[in-house]
């Protein structure tokens, strides 16, 4: 029995987050009635409410739904750590005895007895997810996905899957490492893109940040495999258990893997590559998707597909008709001499593979890129970092930090990147000296905004202003 059936109300504080929205649109799907609270409009929360999801925005009991209010027993209430501990309706809703779950608990149990193909990792998995949903889907495999971003192909972070929603049918979750999130999980398949230190004010250290990852490979199924990459920490890959399958993969034969890609070339937006595979070999792939860091990505998916099935015609076919996730390498405007392109990078090594994948497909061009950094304790304990990844383009423009869930830290400012940049050009800007600049000055051939925070928010302006100014200039 479906371990959910038994609630038909179903209420979500923090229906707006891209994992909580995926959730809300399964239950919305599979008959729960389903409604919730975010602080903010978005694009997202009024697409949710087009599909007819009640949402609101203001923290008073009395906006919760009368069904809600008036039927605690049958009402799971699902929560985001995003919202803050004196939150209202929380506050009532555990009061009155509701049964809260985290989304991450909520997504155990409807993956349990489910073929799992879970990702993980500190950098990479939305990508990764996206790409494994959709090898799946594009080659015909029944299967369902939550994913933590809008993948293009699908047009939404939630597949489903065909019919009956059998075990058999695999699933593919992005497993998230924040406040230990995946460990409610329990894969067949996990891939782990990535080990790098980050969110250090949940772990304290690395080393607690490995640790959780040897916990969550430790769950891989009997027969299971684990993918891991060969940047991540090697002993993660020794707390699998006894009968689990380890694939170590990455970009060169030479970095330990034994699923690698090969021969890998940049042709305009379009990446090139085979993959040597313990499955079989594949020649001459075609990705639109550009970034080193991307074929890296694409290499577990395969591999994951390769496990259900996908033979090598299927999955050529799959891989060039993937057209990635929205804010991940997207490009915005394009015309013959100027592009501007959009990312979601937010930790210093995911700028660096952003950054170094622009240089090699623009080498001669000059990279203007807009950051906005993400979370007081991320600046912190990472400004070096940022400074150094960031220093890889001609000029840097910086915002004021995007807080998130975090109260300001005394000295914490976007200033203490900027200070160790080494860029010839770098200035701290608001949003409105950003379009400003955008629309008074030509001083760059590549533009990037970049970050996790609410810079998604310029993107739109920056396309009407640059297709204007742009087209206006080669016309």
Same mark, same amino acid.
């Given at each position: 029995?479906?371990?959910?059936?038994?609630?038909?109300?179903?209420?979500?504080?923090?229906?707006?987050?891209?994992?909580?929205?995926?959730?809300?649109?399964?239950?919305?799907?599979?008959?729960?009635?389903?409604?919730?609270?975010?602080?903010?409009?978005?694009?997202?929360?009024?697409?949710?409410?087009?599909?007819?999801?009640?949402?609101?925005?203001?923290?008073?009991?009395?906006?919760?739904?009368?069904?809600?209010?008036?039927?605690?027993?049958?009402?799971?209430?699902?929560?985001?750590?995003?919202?803050?501990?004196?939150?209202?309706?929380?506050?009532?809703?555990?009061?009155?005895?509701?049964?809260?779950?985290?989304?991450?608990?909520?997504?155990?149990?409807?993956?349990?007895?489910?073929?799992?193909?879970?990702?993980?990792?500190?950098?990479?998995?939305?990508?990764?997810?996206?790409? @494994?949903?959709?090898?799946?889907?594009?080659?015909?495999?029944?299967?369902?996905?939550?994913?933590?971003?809008?993948?293009?192909?699908?047009?939404?972070?939630?597949?489903?899957?065909?019919?009956?929603?059998?075990?058999?049918?695999?699933?593919?979750?992005?497993?998230?490492?924040?406040?230990?999130?995946?460990?409610?999980?329990?894969?067949?398949?996990?891939?782990?893109?990535?080990?790098?230190?980050?969110?250090?004010?949940?772990?304290?250290?690395?080393?607690?940040?490995?640790?959780?990852?040897?916990?969550?490979?430790?769950?891989?199924?009997?027969?299971?495999?684990?993918?891991?990459?060969?940047?991540?920490?090697?002993?993660?890959?020794?707390?699998?258990?006894?009968?689990?399958? @380890?694939?170590?993969?990455?970009?060169?034969?030479?970095?330990?893997?034994?699923?690698?890609?090969?021969?890998?070339?940049?042709?305009?937006?379009?990446?090139?590559?085979?993959?040597?595979?313990?499955?079989?070999?594949?020649?001459?792939?075609?990705?639109?998707?550009?970034?080193?860091?991307?074929?890296?990505?694409?290499?577990?998916?395969?591999?994951?597909?390769?496990?259900?099935?996908?033979?090598?015609?299927?999955?050529?076919?799959?891989?060039?008709?993937?057209?990635?996730?929205?804010?991940?390498?997207?490009?915005?405007?394009?015309?013959?001499?100027?592009?501007?392109?959009?990312?979601?990078?937010?930790?210093?090594?995911?700028?660096?593979?952003?950054?170094?994948?622009?240089?090699?497909?623009?080498?001669?061009?000059?990279?203007?890129?807009?950051?906005?950094?993400?979370?007081?304790?991320?600046?912190?304990?990472?400004?070096?970092?940022?400074?150094?990844?960031?220093?890889?383009?001609?000029?840097?423009?910086?915002?004021?930090?995007?807080?998130?869930?975090?109260?300001?830290?005394?000295?914490?400012?976007?200033?203490?990147?900027?200070?160790?940049?080494?860029?010839?050009?770098?200035?701290?800007?608001?949003?409105?000296?950003?379009?400003?600049?955008?629309?008074?000055?030509?001083?760059?051939?590549?533009?990037?905004?970049?970050?996790?925070?609410?810079?998604?928010?310029?993107?739109?302006?920056?396309?009407?202003?640059?297709?204007?100014?742009?087209?206006?200039?080669?016309?």
């Amino acid at each position: 029995m479906n371990p959910v059936a038994a609630f038909p109300y179903v209420y979500f504080l923090g229906i707006g987050g891209i994992g909580m929205s995926a959730l809300a649109r399964w239950f919305q799907a599979n008959g729960h009635q389903v409604s919730g609270y975010d602080r903010t409009p978005t694009p997202l929360t009024e697409a949710l409410s087009a599909e007819g999801i009640a949402v609101h925005y203001a923290d008073a009991v009395e906006n919760i739904p009368a069904e809600v209010r008036e039927n605690a027993p049958q009402t799971l209430v699902v929560l985001t750590p995003a919202i803050p501990a004196g939150h209202q309706e929380w506050a009532w809703l555990r009061e009155k005895g509701y049964d809260i779950r985290k989304r991450s608990q909520v997504l155990g149990l409807l993956t349990q007895g489910k073929r799992t193909i879970a990702v993980a990792g500190t950098h990479g998995k939305t990508t990764t997810s996206s790409m @494994v949903a959709h090898l799946l889907h594009h080659a015909g495999v029944d299967c369902s996905a939550f994913l933590g971003g809008i993948s293009v192909n699908l047009g939404s972070n939630l597949l489903l899957s065909n019919g009956a929603d059998a075990g058999s049918k695999p699933v593919v979750v992005e497993a998230d490492e924040y406040d230990r999130s995946f460990l409610t999980l329990h894969p067949d398949v996990a891939i782990v893109t990535s080990t790098d230190a980050d969110h250090l004010d949940i772990y304290g250290t690395q080393d607690a940040l490995i640790e959780s990852f040897r916990q969550f490979v430790g769950q891989i199924k009997p027969g299971g495999t684990l993918l891991l990459n060969h940047t991540a920490d090697a002993s993660v890959a020794t707390a699998v258990p006894a009968d689990v399958q @380890v694939i170590h993969y990455g970009l060169e034969v030479g970095q330990g893997a034994n699923l690698y890609a090969a021969n890998v070339t940049a042709h305009g937006h379009q990446f090139r590559f085979d993959v040597h595979s313990p499955h079989g070999n594949l020649t001459d792939l075609q990705l639109t998707v550009p970034g080193f860091h991307n074929v890296e990505n694409m290499l577990g998916a395969i591999f994951a597909a390769q496990l259900e099935g996908v033979n090598a015609g299927e999955l050529a076919a799959a891989v060039a008709a993937y057209r990635g996730v929205k804010r991940r390498f997207e490009f915005i405007v394009t015309t013959k001499n100027k592009v501007y392109v959009d990312d979601y990078a937010h930790h210093p090594r995911e700028i660096e593979a952003f950054l170094r994948s622009l240089r090699a497909l623009y080498p001669q061009k000059r990279l203007r890129v807009i950051f906005q950094p993400h979370l007081f304790t991320r600046t912190r304990d990472f400004a070096p970092g940022f400074a150094e990844s960031l220093s890889l383009a001609d000029e840097v423009v910086l915002l004021d930090i995007y807080p998130a869930r975090e109260l300001p830290i005394s000295g914490v400012t976007s200033e203490l990147i900027l200070s160790q940049i080494t860029a010839p050009k770098k200035s701290l800007q608001t949003k409105e000296q950003v379009l400003a600049a955008a629309a008074a000055d030509n001083d760059f051939d590549v533009l990037a905004t970049v970050g996790a925070g609410d810079i998604d928010q310029l993107v739109p302006q920056l396309r009407t202003i640059l297709t204007s100014r742009w087209h206006e200039t080669q016309a």
